[in-house]
């Protein structure tokens, strides 16, 4: 047996988004293993929980996975905290990680065991301040984001990304991720009038805001990061060049995936997905999948060793996967292409 470790929130408010790709990596180990490894392998996915109070429990976690379990590789969730947690370990002990973070930093000091699939934070940033303001033309942006690492980075790449197109800076907003107040943005809307608003919190903090947006009845478009829209809004992923700009009850809602989304192997993806949980996926959940199958690609061709699969995704180039075409960069960073896809 060879196991592939998977960190994920299993308990507390984020559950559900671990859930999602836990799924997703389930459904990847079912369609390895219609092409058996050699010499009788098979793998094997054991799970870990990080949502746990603190960040010990979450090290606790790890060491488990890697010393106790002997797994051959980590896949963690979307939390840039989790993923710097695990690189730290990971390049101490020697063994790969592949992180669903969308966080610049965990690849920029240029580690050799940390891989990231996700489109940048600075890159979503700089697509969806382009939509903002230079496709539409929008000056007054709020800025969502939260009290913790995820929201000050994500935050700080957007403010960037807008001082391209604009001298009016954002107006920022920062929610309070243990007890969020959903008013407070209501409020602000109220006295800020803005003509487009960006949210770069967590999907059960963005789910509320989202609601209260609604409930309000307030109509300008909202965009969302990666992980902010990676829960709960995943039903109905529509390509940027077929969403249709009215007609639509309430405000637009954007976010930004990696790839193509109509590829066939997204499609193919989708449809194993929906079929085995009932509803799509969103484009976290694609990357989950993608980050199981390319580990066993790597497996087959370096066998149980951690070295030697850290080499094979180092040099993993123009890869078709189901979140888009997977090409590693000297630091560990995907270079796929990402573009805005509209939500429900």
């Not at 180990?29 to 050699?38: C, E, F, V, Y």
């Not at 979450?58 to 010393?67: F, G, H, K």
Request: glycine share 8%.
């Amino acid at each position: 047996v060879i196991r592939i470790g998977f960190l994920a929130p299993l308990k507390g408010a984020r559950r559900a988004e671990g859930e999602a790709i836990v799924s997703a990596a389930r459904l990847a180990l079912t369609d390895a293993s219609r092409n058996p490894l050699p010499d009788g392998r098979r793998l094997e996915l054991v799970i870990g929980d990080e949502s746990g109070p603190s960040w010990g429990s979450i090290a606790d976690e790890i060491i488990r996975l890697v010393v106790d379990q002997e797994v051959v590789a980590i896949v963690t969730s979307a939390s840039g905290a989790v993923a710097h947690l695990s690189e730290q370990v990971g390049n101490r002990i020697g063994v790969p990680v592949l992180t669903l973070a969308s966080d610049d930093t965990t690849t920029e000091i240029n580690l050799p065991w940390i891989f990231r699939l996700a489109p940048s934070d600075a890159l979503q940033a700089q697509i969806i301040a382009e939509d903002i303001y230079r496709r539409r033309g929008l000056r007054r942006v709020m800025l969502v984001t939260e009290e913790n690492h995820d929201g000050r980075v994500g935050g700080q790449q957007f403010q960037e990304a807008a001082r391209q197109f604009t001298t009016t800076k954002p107006t920022p907003l920062v929610i309070d991720p243990q007890h969020p107040d959903v008013d407070s943005l209501g409020a602000a809307i109220s006295t800020e009038s803005p003509q487009a608003i960006v949210l770069w919190t967590q999907p059960q903090v963005t789910r509320a805001l989202v609601k209260q947006v609604r409930a309000d009845g307030i109509r300008v478009p909202l965009y969302l990061s990666q992980d902010a829209g990676q829960q709960g809004f995943e039903d109905s992923l529509r390509s940027s060049s077929l969403a249709p700009t009215g007609n639509r009850e309430g405000p637009e809602i954007w976010t930004v995936a990696s790839g193509e989304t109509k590829s066939v192997l997204r499609k193919s993806f989708e449809l194993q997905y929906q079929q085995s949980v009932g509803k799509l996926p969103g484009p976290v959940a694609a990357e989950a999948y993608d980050a199981v199958r390319i580990i066993e690609q790597a497996l087959r061709q370096a066998g149980p060793n951690r070295a030697r699969v850290r080499d094979q995704l180092a040099g993993m180039q123009n890869l078709p996967a189901a979140s888009g075409t997977i090409s590693f960069d000297a630091a560990g960073s995907n270079r796929a292409t990402a573009q805005l896809v509209r939500l429900p």
